[in-house]
């Protein structure tokens, strides 16, 4: 079928499901804790470091080369990885037995253990959060500038899947590719933002020939599109810098309506669109920062997460998603939602407000930043480019 995506909650036809084979390890640099800062920072109380002013060993730090790299790279345990995969397996059948035609990328090899650019070095990881660096915008596949440099070349494993879809008549851009120097990351956030701030000072960030200031990145995660209207979270100039980029090339097709630092980066465990005119969010707090029109939305705020919904882990495991990165559903049609069957006060929630809700096991989401929303990327469905906001 022709790649056809505006929305969230169509009748799903098309998706790919990500993979995770052979993630062995994260790497703990500065585009990898600035990411992910607001949950190591929170949910990790036995860390106590932060990437700056750490130095490297043999003197130095900063995005050089690979000197130092294996001690930055935090081990994962592969029984963790083994029952992902599992788990991502069962994703998949399900969604083939909801007459979903299910795609997957390529697996990482196991020999591709790094990648190098001119400016920085960094390991590689599997195309696992589909949903980051890539937006699908009706007949047009755009690949994000990525915000982690372990990410940098991860669109490549989707490119027998993208390659099909353009040869049936897509659309297939790529934004601007940063060069993710130190200099090139904007840390207002983490310095002003945030509950607590970092537990060191994030100083000095290392000079690069290859400096260039403040460079667009951007994920699809944080866009929520509804039809015409695509609402952004920006939360850093890299995101603002992006977000101009992104205005410019939809405009007369799309609007794009901006959201400031509804959370650091994504916002689908912040908000997502179940159907016209029905948002789940964390808090009612959320619809606050929401574009007017959506504030007039139904709102279905979940109980909050209980604390036996998610395995307990070892002191040295790195938890990397917040306690309500299951709100992280994926609609399948605007009356059924994939959720985690972990939790079942969500799922009893959203039958009230008369959903048809498909549990699935996912155990490990917050060892891995994504729920069902992350690991997918929805290519067809069958809505259009319909204005829900009434914006005329």
């Known amino acids: 079928m022709q790649l056809n995506t505006f929305d969230e909650w169509s009748p799903l036809k098309e998706v790919v499901v990500g993979s995770a084979e052979n993630y062995i390890t994260h790497e703990r640099e500065l585009s990898f804790d600035l990411f992910f800062h607001d949950n190591i920072a929170n949910d990790n109380s036995f860390r106590t470091e932060w990437y700056y002013p750490r130095p490297r060993p043999g003197g130095g730090h900063g995005a050089g080369g690979g000197d130092g790299a294996d001690a930055r790279r935090t081990p994962i345990k592969q029984r963790y990885v083994a029952e992902l995969n599992e788990d991502l397996e069962e994703i998949a059948k399900t969604l083939e037995s909801l007459a979903v035609t299910v795609h997957r990328p390529m697996t990482l090899d196991e020999a591709t253990s790094s990648v190098t650019t001119p400016a920085w070095s ?50 297939w851009t790529v934004m601007p590719r940063p060069l993710m120097t130190d200099a090139s990351f904007d840390l ?16 000095d960030p290392q000079p690069s020939p290859y400096d260039v200031g403040f460079e667009m990145m951007l994920d699809g995660a944080q866009c929520l599109r509804l039809g015409r209207d695509i609402v952004v979270n920006i939360s850093t100039a890299n995101h603002a810098m992006a977000c101009d980029w992104l205005e410019r090339h939809l405009e007369g097709r799309f609007r794009v309506h901006r959201v ?37 939305w139904d709102l279905i705020v979940p109980p909050a997460p209980e604390a036996n919904n998610f395995p307990e882990y070892d002191d040295d495991d790195l938890i990397l998603s917040s306690r309500f990165i299951d709100l992280n559903v994926l609609s399948v049609s605007p009356d059924t939602v994939l959720v985690n069957e972990a939790c079942p006060e969500l799922m009893r929630k959203l039958e009230q407000h008369g959903f048809t809700v498909v549990p699935v096991r996912h155990r490990h989401r917050r060892l891995f930043g994504g729920g069902f929303h992350c690991f997918t990327l929805d290519t067809v469905r069958e809505g259009g480019a319909e204005d829900y906001l009434g914006l005329g």
């Open 122 to 171: 960094a390991s590689v990881i599997p195309p696992l959060n589909l949903r980051d660096n890539t937006l699908i915008l009706g007949d047009e596949i755009i690949e994000t500038p990525p915000m982690i440099r372990s990410r940098y070349f991860e669109t490549q494993f989707l490119t027998q899947v993208f390659q099909s879809y353009f040869q049936q008549g897509a659309r």
């Open 260 to 296: 400031h630092r509804l959370s650091d980066s994504h916002i689908d465990s912040m908000v997502l669109a179940l159907r016209p005119g029905t948002l789940l969010v964390r808090s009612e707090e959320v619809a606050d920062k929401l574009p007017e029109a959506l504030r007039k």
């Open 188 to 203: 207002s956030y983490v310095r002003t933002g945030t509950a607590g701030g970092p537990t060191e000072p994030i100083e």
